[in-house]
T-cell receptor, first 113, second 114 residues
């Protein structure tokens, strides 16, 4: 079945550092890939998405490229801010199984001033 | 503004009592979902519904029940059979068409059973 694996946290960085959060997936078809972000005490919100191979999703300085050959969708940001501290979830959907989305376990990011 | 509302934000109940969590959306989405999130954990799917008057069990449905009588509403009841109900509950919705299934989430309800 489909699955998503992302790097364990927490990840602790200083402000303005470069961020990478690794995400790999297993899927039988051609899924769409997503990154969601959850700020403390809130629900998840979509950060970015990519719907086909080699697509790059981007938003608020974050980027991720859909790599079919390595089944990966790593999240990157060139210079993190304290306000980026949150939990980040990688996810996939392929339109099957009742339109369910498969989520990774989440990676907590702490950014220090 | 379109979105998903969940109420209440915090809920306290005594052990052995049933409790119902509200979820309403005005996005005109067909599909709705309930997830449970425990501290430091990812999301676990409880129930989902693709259309009015139909719903399916997710990965951890035991001790929970749902109804979908209206497109906009998908309430979740946590019954006394749920052994460890204290958690953060998230409701979500999506268009339910095609493989680009972007989900929209509510702000969550934190349930504490005393």
């Amino acid at each position: 079945g489909n699955s998503v694996t992302q790097m364990e946290g927490p990840v602790t960085l200083s402000e303005e550092a470069f961020l990478t959060i690794n995400c790999t997936y297993t899927a039988t078809g051609y899924p769409s890939l997503f990154w969601y972000v959850q700020y403390p005490g809130e629900g998840l919100q979509l950060l970015l998405k990519a719907t086909k191979a080699d697509d790059k999703g981007s938003n608020k300085g974050f980027e991720a490229t859909y790599r079919k050959e390595t089944t990966s969708f790593h999240l990157e940001k060139g210079s993190v801010q304290v306000s980026d501290s949150a939990v980040y979830f990688c996810a996939l959907s392929d339109g099957t199984g009742g339109f369910k989305t498969i989520f990774g376990a989440g990676t907590r990011l702490f950014v220090k001033a | 503004d379109g979105g998903i509302t969940q109420s209440p934000k915090y809920l306290f109940r005594k052990e052995g009592q049933n409790v119902t969590l509200s979820c309403e959306q005005n996005l005109n989405h067909d599909a709705m979902y309930w997830y449970r999130q425990d501290p430091g954990q990812g999301l676990r799917l409880i129930y989902y519904s693709q259309i009015v008057n139909d719903f399916q069990k997710g990965d951890i449905a035991e001790g929970y029940s749902v109804s979908r009588e209206k497109k906009e509403s998908f309430p979740l009841t946590v019954t006394s059979a749920q052994k460890n109900p204290t958690a953060f509950y998230l409701c979500a919705s999506s268009i339910a068409a095609g493989r680009v299934n972007e989900q929209f989430f509510g702000p969550g309800t934190r349930l504490t059973v005393l």
